[in-house]
């Protein structure tokens, strides 16, 4: 459930409230009972570090037909490519 923020235009209060998003917006403060105002406040869900992009996930599959190597695995060893073959049939 979302956490909006309002707050008093009259006495300056923030005050913070559990709503869904169908739910009609508060309008009173609890302290002096002055008009309250929906604040536009930075979302608390962050994407950080690697694991965002297709190539963050190369090496660590098995199967997955990658050659390469998890980055910052320096015992790992890229696997050899299978040979071509001529196309022709023994």
Same mark, same amino acid.
């Given at each position: 459930?979302?956490?909006?923020?309002?707050?008093?235009? &009259?006495?300056?209060?923030? &005050? &913070?409230?559990?709503?869904?998003?169908?739910?009609?917006?508060?309008? &009173?403060?609890?302290?002096?009972?002055? !008009?309250?105002?929906? =604040?536009? $406040?930075?979302?608390?869900?962050? =994407?950080?570090?690697?694991?965002?992009?297709? #190539?963050?996930?190369?090496?660590?599959? #098995?199967?997955?037909?990658?050659? $390469?190597?998890?980055?910052?695995?320096?015992?790992?060893?890229?696997?050899?490519?299978?040979?071509?073959?001529?196309?022709?049939? !023994?």
């Amino acid at each position: 459930m979302p956490v909006y923020e309002y707050e008093c235009s &009259e006495c300056g209060n923030i &005050e &913070e409230a559990f709503q869904k998003m169908s739910d009609p917006p508060l309008k &009173e403060c609890s302290k002096c009972k002055g !008009k309250l105002k929906k =604040l536009v $406040s930075h979302s608390s869900f962050h =994407l950080k570090g690697s694991g965002w992009y297709v #190539t963050d996930y190369g090496g660590s599959k #098995t199967g997955s037909g990658s050659n $390469s190597c998890p980055r910052n695995n320096k015992s790992c060893k890229p696997a050899k490519p299978a040979p071509k073959s001529s196309g022709v049939a !023994k």
